[in-house]
């Protein structure tokens, strides 16, 4: 029942910007641990950012500080990755995750996410 629908991917030049959104039905994400993680070819899932279930706490690795926002809409029951200044390292498809329902803290292991969507291609050309 529960779904996470990513949208917002697509090709922007180096430098450009990018906002992903992920609609979440069957859960609230103001309840939730939130975060984005990415895969790109031939490599490992890793945390690019994620909020603790009442937005207090907001976790960037460190290639994306500055440069990456992420937010919810309670209302839309929506989380968001803004993304600026976009290099092509970015490259790669992103996921929405959610963890467990009022996770005091942002956890940065993938294998701790209960519900992912299936995830929106990212590609940042030079």
């Known amino acids: 029942q529960v779904q996470l629908v990513e949208s917002g991917g697509g090709l922007v030049q180096a430098g450009g910007s990018l906002r992903l959104s992920c609609a979440a039905s069957?859960?609230?994400?103001?309840?939730?641990?939130m975060a984005w993680f990415r895969q790109a070819t031939g490599k490992e899932r890793e945390f690019v950012a994620g909020?603790?279930?009442?937005?207090?706490?907001?976790n960037y690795t460190e290639s994306v500080k500055g440069r990456f926002t992420i937010s919810r809409d309670n209302v839309k029951n929506t989380v968001y990755l803004q993304m600026n200044s976009l290099k092509p390292e970015d490259t790669a498809v992103y996921y929405c995750?959610?963890?467990?329902?009022?996770?005091?803290?942002?956890?940065?292991?993938?294998?701790?996410?209960?519900?992912w969507g299936q995830g929106t291609q990212v590609t940042v050309s030079s």
């Open positions: 995750a959610a963890d467990h329902p009022w996770t005091p803290v942002v956890t940065v292991s993938a294998s701790a996410y209960r519900f």
């Open positions: 069957g859960l609230t994400v103001k309840n939730y641990g």
């Open positions: 909020m603790n279930w009442s937005g207090g706490m907001k």
